[in-house]
């Protein structure tokens, strides 16, 4: 039984999804079809089971598209949203987002990436993450597509490796962030491009706590993985 509000999630969607053209040529990455329904569909339900009840989208590559979905939707989440005129990186939109009126008061909000799914419980993540701010990692068999996380003595983010630098098993970035407390309040107030390199690396007031959980995570930003996604989707969600 979750005993707090899950905060807003922002959505990372505003990426031009040139991996995946030679599949999906004339949709962006979040209207990417899964099964019946596009990506955005099942996030948008997995994340109503979760306890989520307001979701803000960066967007920017044919987001003219994701917004007539959004309107057109008749699941029972409240939606708003941002059109990029240029490319701010993963930072830049997520401090673009915060000043939104939806999100301008929050004092804590989650994030996540646009292109990516793993199955774990929101209010567990938010509840291991205590009054610190947060990242989500996940592990897998093989690290060496997406690169691996370095975590201190007490779960604090240390380092992210670069792809292929090691393989094997290990804990990788799973693309879910929930900020609070000093850390939110310096994001607000950040000039930043990339949120990991820029920001996450930087010396935050707090530091990151790095929860480990979650099961199913799929990158679908490729055309491989877009392919297994056909599939392994069906069971993750």
Avoid at 43 to 72: P, S
Wanted: some cysteine; hydrophobic content about 40%.
């Amino acid at each position: 039984m979750v005993a707090f509000k899950i905060p807003p999630l922002i959505v990372l969607a505003g990426g031009l999804g040139t991996r995946l053209r030679s599949v999906v040529a004339d949709k962006p990455k979040i209207l990417a079809p899964i099964g019946q329904h596009p990506y955005l569909y099942h996030l948008i339900t997995w994340a109503q089971r979760q306890g989520i009840e307001e979701m803000h989208f960066c967007l920017g590559y044919k987001a003219n598209q994701v917004i007539d979905w959004l309107e057109a939707c008749s699941l029972d989440m409240s939606f708003s949203w941002q059109v990029e005129q240029q490319q701010l990186g993963t930072g830049g939109a997520v401090v673009e987002a915060l000043k939104h009126p939806m999100l301008a008061q929050r004092e804590s909000v989650l994030v996540c990436n646009g292109d990516t799914f793993v199955d774990f419980s929101v209010a567990e993540f938010i509840a291991q993450a205590r009054t610190h701010s947060a990242i989500l990692t996940t592990f897998v068999v093989d690290t060496g597509r997406y690169g691996r996380i370095v975590k201190g003595s007490t779960d604090q983010l240390v380092e992210f490796l670069e792809k292929d630098s090691q393989v094997g098993p290990g804990e990788i970035n799973a693309g879910w962030y929930y900020f609070c407390g000093g850390n939110l309040a310096s994001l607000r107030n950040s000039q930043i491009t990339s949120l990991e390199k820029d920001f996450l690396m930087a010396s935050l007031p707090q530091p990151l706590t790095c929860v480990c959980m979650g099961q199913s995570f799929l990158d679908f930003g490729t055309p491989e993985s877009y392919k297994a996604a056909q599939t392994l989707f069906k069971d993750a969600l």
